[in-house]
Protein backbone atom coordinates (compact mmCIF):
# COMPACT_ATOMS: atom_id res chain seq x y z
CA UNK A 1 0.00 0.00 0.00
CA UNK A 2 2.81 2.55 0.57
CA UNK A 3 4.41 2.20 -2.67
CA UNK A 4 0.82 3.34 -4.41
CA UNK A 5 0.17 5.95 -2.10
CA UNK A 6 4.21 7.70 -2.50
CA UNK A 7 3.34 6.51 -6.58
CA UNK A 8 -0.52 8.90 -6.30
CA UNK A 9 1.46 11.77 -4.21
CA UNK A 10 3.89 12.55 -7.09
CA UNK A 11 3.11 15.13 -9.33
CA UNK A 12 2.60 13.98 -13.13
CA UNK A 13 4.95 13.56 -15.78
CA UNK A 14 5.72 16.82 -18.22
CA UNK A 15 4.65 15.06 -20.45
CA UNK A 16 1.62 13.74 -19.43
CA UNK A 17 0.37 16.81 -19.04
CA UNK A 18 -1.70 19.01 -21.92
CA UNK A 19 -3.21 22.66 -22.50
CA UNK A 20 -6.57 23.35 -23.45
CA UNK A 21 -6.49 25.52 -26.80
CA UNK A 22 -9.09 27.23 -25.89
CA UNK A 23 -10.09 27.09 -22.19
CA UNK A 24 -8.33 29.18 -19.25
CA UNK A 25 -7.79 29.90 -15.90
CA UNK A 26 -8.96 33.10 -14.25
CA UNK A 27 -5.21 34.36 -14.41
CA UNK A 28 -5.57 33.81 -17.97
CA UNK A 29 -3.20 30.97 -18.37
CA UNK A 30 -4.14 27.89 -20.37
CA UNK A 31 -5.97 24.58 -18.23
CA UNK A 32 -4.00 21.93 -17.89
CA UNK A 33 -5.41 18.63 -18.15
CA UNK A 34 -3.93 15.04 -18.51
CA UNK A 35 -5.71 13.04 -21.44
CA UNK A 36 -7.85 10.84 -20.28
CA UNK A 37 -5.65 7.43 -22.49
CA UNK A 38 -2.68 8.65 -20.24
CA UNK A 39 -5.72 8.68 -16.88
CA UNK A 40 -6.83 4.92 -18.44
CA UNK A 41 -3.20 3.47 -18.84
CA UNK A 42 -2.20 4.54 -15.17
CA UNK A 43 -5.22 3.52 -13.51
CA UNK A 44 -4.00 0.29 -15.31
CA UNK A 45 -0.39 0.38 -14.29
CA UNK A 46 -1.19 1.47 -10.59
CA UNK A 47 -3.81 -1.19 -9.37
CA UNK A 48 -4.39 -4.09 -12.74
CA UNK A 49 -8.00 -4.00 -12.31
CA UNK A 50 -10.61 -0.79 -12.11
CA UNK A 51 -14.17 -0.45 -12.34
CA UNK A 52 -15.83 2.80 -13.77
CA UNK A 53 -19.60 2.61 -13.59
CA UNK A 54 -21.71 5.22 -14.81
CA UNK A 55 -24.62 5.88 -12.28
CA UNK A 56 -26.52 8.87 -14.25
CA UNK A 57 -26.57 10.63 -17.32
CA UNK A 58 -28.71 12.99 -18.49
CA UNK A 59 -29.35 16.32 -20.47
CA UNK A 60 -29.95 19.51 -19.10
CA UNK A 61 -33.65 20.89 -19.62
CA UNK A 62 -32.56 22.96 -22.90
CA UNK A 63 -30.86 20.18 -24.11
CA UNK A 64 -28.01 21.35 -24.67
CA UNK A 65 -25.07 19.74 -22.20
CA UNK A 66 -25.50 16.47 -21.09
CA UNK A 67 -24.12 15.25 -17.86
CA UNK A 68 -22.22 12.16 -16.52
CA UNK A 69 -21.77 11.12 -12.90
CA UNK A 70 -19.87 7.82 -12.36
CA UNK A 71 -18.04 5.85 -10.10
CA UNK A 72 -14.46 4.56 -9.97
CA UNK A 73 -13.82 2.00 -7.50
CA UNK A 74 -10.08 0.93 -7.20
CA UNK A 75 -8.21 -1.98 -5.02
CA UNK A 76 -5.90 -0.88 -2.42
CA UNK A 77 -3.92 -2.99 0.20
CA UNK A 78 -7.63 -5.48 -0.35
CA UNK A 79 -9.52 -2.92 0.34
CA UNK A 80 -11.88 -1.24 -2.45
CA UNK A 81 -12.14 2.37 -2.86
CA UNK A 82 -14.71 3.77 -4.60
CA UNK A 83 -14.77 7.85 -5.21
CA UNK A 84 -17.11 9.59 -7.79
CA UNK A 85 -16.90 11.95 -10.74
CA UNK A 86 -19.05 14.07 -12.77
CA UNK A 87 -18.36 15.79 -16.26
CA UNK A 88 -20.92 17.61 -18.70
CA UNK A 89 -20.20 18.83 -21.90
CA UNK A 90 -22.26 20.47 -24.55
CA UNK A 91 -23.37 22.68 -27.22
CA UNK A 92 -20.74 25.81 -28.23
CA UNK A 93 -22.46 28.80 -29.11
CA UNK A 94 -21.64 30.52 -32.17
CA UNK A 95 -21.06 34.13 -32.96
CA UNK A 96 -24.72 35.00 -35.03
CA UNK A 97 -26.42 33.22 -31.08
CA UNK A 98 -27.09 29.60 -32.79
CA UNK A 99 -25.86 26.61 -31.46
CA UNK A 100 -23.41 24.02 -33.36
CA UNK A 101 -22.22 20.61 -31.95
CA UNK A 102 -22.50 17.08 -32.72
CA UNK A 103 -25.17 15.35 -29.54
CA UNK A 104 -23.87 12.33 -30.31
CA UNK A 105 -20.45 13.17 -29.47
CA UNK A 106 -21.35 14.70 -26.42
CA UNK A 107 -21.77 11.67 -24.03
CA UNK A 108 -18.69 9.97 -24.35
CA UNK A 109 -16.93 13.21 -23.62
CA UNK A 110 -18.80 13.86 -20.86
CA UNK A 111 -18.09 10.49 -19.53
CA UNK A 112 -14.45 10.96 -20.13
CA UNK A 113 -14.88 14.15 -17.65
CA UNK A 114 -16.67 12.37 -15.71
CA UNK A 115 -13.91 9.59 -14.87
CA UNK A 116 -10.91 12.30 -15.21
CA UNK A 117 -12.26 14.04 -12.04
CA UNK A 118 -12.64 10.60 -10.29
CA UNK A 119 -9.28 9.81 -10.88
CA UNK A 120 -8.17 13.48 -9.55
CA UNK A 121 -9.41 12.29 -6.13
CA UNK A 122 -7.02 9.58 -5.80
CA UNK A 123 -4.32 11.69 -5.83
CA UNK A 124 -1.75 13.91 -7.43
CA UNK A 125 -0.40 11.83 -10.38
CA UNK A 126 -3.86 12.09 -12.03
CA UNK A 127 -3.68 16.02 -11.96
CA UNK A 128 -5.57 16.45 -8.49
CA UNK A 129 -3.38 19.99 -8.13
CA UNK A 130 -3.00 20.95 -11.70
CA UNK A 131 -3.38 24.29 -11.81
CA UNK A 132 -2.73 24.71 -8.03
CA UNK A 133 0.31 25.77 -6.06
CA UNK A 134 -0.38 23.02 -3.32
CA UNK A 135 0.83 19.71 -3.81
CA UNK A 136 0.78 16.27 -1.73
CA UNK A 137 4.21 14.96 -2.26
CA UNK A 138 4.96 16.71 1.62
CA UNK A 139 1.39 14.63 3.13
CA UNK A 140 2.38 11.80 5.41
CA UNK A 141 0.69 8.69 4.71
CA UNK A 142 -1.72 9.38 7.49
CA UNK A 143 -2.68 12.51 6.51
CA UNK A 144 -3.24 11.47 2.70
CA UNK A 145 -5.81 8.80 4.52
CA UNK A 146 -7.49 11.65 5.89
CA UNK A 147 -8.00 13.81 2.85
CA UNK A 148 -9.20 10.62 0.82
CA UNK A 149 -11.93 10.05 3.47
CA UNK A 150 -12.60 14.05 3.84
CA UNK A 151 -13.32 13.75 -0.01
CA UNK A 152 -15.25 10.50 0.43
CA UNK A 153 -17.91 13.00 2.80
CA UNK A 154 -17.65 15.76 -0.07
CA UNK A 155 -18.65 13.29 -2.69
CA UNK A 156 -21.89 11.76 -0.79
CA UNK A 157 -22.89 15.55 0.35
CA UNK A 158 -22.26 16.51 -3.19
CA UNK A 159 -24.87 13.14 -4.82
CA UNK A 160 -27.39 14.02 -1.81
CA UNK A 161 -27.04 18.17 -2.83
CA UNK A 162 -27.08 17.28 -6.37
CA UNK A 163 -30.46 15.20 -5.82
CA UNK A 164 -32.22 17.70 -3.70
CA UNK A 165 -35.09 19.29 -5.42
CA UNK A 166 -34.64 23.41 -5.89
CA UNK A 167 -36.89 24.19 -3.18
CA UNK A 168 -34.78 21.78 -0.83
CA UNK A 169 -31.54 23.55 -0.99
CA UNK A 170 -31.54 25.25 1.70
CA UNK A 171 -28.81 28.16 2.28
CA UNK A 172 -27.33 26.05 5.19
CA UNK A 173 -27.49 22.64 3.53
CA UNK A 174 -25.72 24.62 0.25
CA UNK A 175 -23.00 26.83 2.81
CA UNK A 176 -22.17 23.34 4.51
CA UNK A 177 -21.31 21.85 0.82
CA UNK A 178 -19.41 24.63 -0.01
CA UNK A 179 -17.63 24.60 3.43
CA UNK A 180 -16.52 21.41 3.02
CA UNK A 181 -15.32 21.40 -0.74
CA UNK A 182 -13.25 24.72 0.23
CA UNK A 183 -11.66 23.19 2.65
CA UNK A 184 -10.57 20.36 0.54
CA UNK A 185 -9.42 22.86 -2.10
CA UNK A 186 -6.82 24.38 0.26
Given at each position: MKEILEELRKNPKA??????????NKDGSKVKYIPI????TKLHNLFGVYNWVVTS???SLNGETYTVVGNLTVIIDGREV???GIGNDGMKKKRDGGMYGDPHAFIPSAESFALSNASKKLGNTFGAFL??????????EA???EHMKEIKELDRLGVYYNNLQPHEKTAGIKGAYKNI???LNK
Open positions: HEVKEHPSKKHIIKGEWTVSDKEVYTDTKTEHIKMN
